[in-house]
């Protein structure tokens, strides 16, 4: 093998890694979900005197839990120092700035989706937002997307609807309509949130952009949401959450959460924004096996032949590594 | 210089100051008596932020050989993406 070959192997070798961090990404990030769903079974959650409270308390929750463990995770290695040089330069306010389009907006309009609409819309429309980044990426990031890679990435979101789809029950439901416009705001701003970040990440360490992410999130929730929806009430909720054994099913969520963060944003910086989001809606498949596993959902054929539509979109879009050598077009 | 960069953003800088090629063990030995005291200053790391910077277009690859060791080394200079990415550095560290 001569040099130029072994170059690209090992370039090639980095583009993998990516795709597996975009697939570790949904893994985690569907069990974690199915963790917090645990959580809001269990007091304080169940007593909330509003509908809106316990999700978007619980989000908040997960991000500030979840920033306290990348923290840790950057303090082993070497990192939170890094913290504060990036946050005074303008990729890093990029970051902040991509957190609040992920958290307050992608996260609590996802949460109040599944409140209002239930899981199963408020998942098959937020999946949509991979498609909402790809054709962003392509604009802002000038990334190169073949027409393959659209396929896979129009196969899982089809796959994702497959998945979910239920007929509405309008008696669980009074609130439909409002959970599925808030559902679609999550997906414009998850999708805005992978394109940001992938503009602000050229230059910063996806590491400590998932910690500054995090932090700016929970941040967000803390000083404007939650005062400005609940009040004193939010803050209460929070104060009860620490002191019951829900705390401890939460700090769980918020490491996997944590963990299914850096991974995509690693995913992001290795092998581009479109392709990790792809990947990382492999969630929807995820958390159904792990709902399956855990708390006991039902397999149904639907979710069977959704499952396929995933598999074979995700693979589709990492099919031919070669092409992810370079991520830009020239 | 007043402000320490994040070390990502002093690679880029230091590629942007050197009118040759660089490997992974010149840039540490540069950035050594700033960040050498740091967990994160590690030849692992330096190497994914090289392998990362070169697949987003920030650096190009210069040079390939392969050492005694039998060792792939790369040599890495900035790129023009990368060039235009310096207007987000701190005034201090803006050449004319």
Known sequence: ??????????EIGHAKKGLLYGVASGASWGLSGVVMSIAFGMAPFTEGVSLLLAPIVGAAMHDGLA???VFLYNLINGKWREYGRTIRTKPGMLVCLA???????????YM???????PSYALAITAIYPAIGAILSVFV??????????IGILLSIAGVMVVSWVPPDAGMYPYFYAGIALACLAAIGWGTEGVISGFGMDMVDPEVAVGIREAASFSVY?????PIMFGVVGYQMIAAAFTTTSLWIILIAALLGGGSYICWYKAINMTGAARAMALNITYALWSVLFGWLLIGTEITPTLIIGGLAITCGAILVGANPKELINLRSK | MAVKLPLRFRILYLMSTKKDSVKSEDIMKELESDYGTEGQFKKK??????ISMRALGLIEIADVSIDE??????????SELGISRLKYLPKEYKRA
């Open chain 1, 1 to 10: 093998m001569n040099t130029t070959e072994r170059l690209e192997k090992q």
């Open chain 1, 67 to 69: 920033g306290l463990w």
């Open chain 1, 99 to 109: 957190a609040c389009f992920g958290g307050p907006i992608g996260m609590s309009g």
């Open chain 1, 112 to 118: 109040l989706g599944i409140t209002l609409a239930g």
């Open chain 1, 141 to 150: 990031l000038k990334e190169k997307i073949s027409v393959r890679t659209w």
């Open chain 1, 222 to 226: 803390f000083v404007a949401i939650i």
């Open chain 2, 45 to 50: 790391a330096m190497d994914g932020h090289l």
């Open chain 2, 69 to 78: 060791k039998d060792e792939l080394i790369e040599e890495y200079k900035i």
